[in-house]
């Protein structure tokens, strides 16, 4: 989630999951959500981020579950996208997860959901993040390569070898804990075939952040998640 100035945001591929019809994809939606209800239960927040916030989904979702609690959501520029925030109601805003337009220790939940699998470079985000975070993180990404083989399984995404477009970084359920214990500590993983989602607590100081556990593609496609 990052913007090239004079370019087309590019957040990745459009397809609604949260909408979908399908009754396969219906059960691994009920999944994902009932995971992230189960570790977002032990938060007691008083102010919320979420980066990438897409449609608003996830941030009604946390308005329903802690009514009261400030809520802020950052998405890149996308007039689409800010019309959804307007008629849910949702304060958003545009920025930059690798430039968060925030003060140090500003929430004690942040939030990014299906968002760093989209960012080129996802250690600039992370350490964004951990600064702008005093307290807990809960964040997903797709559980590779399961998440490849289910596209290829469906037919989609074949010429990309089942890659779903605006994915730049690839990540294992073990890669991704890796990845962002170099900043938090893990504790909870949860694994809603097709993804990874894990709650962390912010460490004091971060571990080595010489090397980053993902793999790199183009891509130029558009749309959230």
Known sequence: MTADPGKAAPTGNTYDKYGSTNPIEQRMMRGFLAALDALVDGCAPTRILEI???????????????????IVGLDLPDHALAGHWR??????????ATALPFPDDAFDLVLAIE???????PERALAEVHRVCSGSLVASVPFEPIWRAGNIARRRYLRRLGNTPGHVNHWSRWAFRRF????????????????????ATALAEPRDTTTVDVTHVASTARGPG
Do not use: K, N
Not at 180 to 199: G, H, K, N
């Open 52 to 70: 990438g916030v897409g449609e608003g989904e996830v941030m009604a979702r946390l308005r329903e579950r802690f009514p009261g609690v400030p």
């Open 87 to 96: 008629d849910r109601g949702l304060s958003c805003a545009f920025g930059d």
């Open 115 to 121: 968002v760093l699998e989209h960012v080129p470079q």
């Open 180 to 199: 962002v214990a170099r900043r938090f500590t893990v504790d909870q993983v949860r694994s809603p075939l097709p993804w990874t989602i894990l709650l």
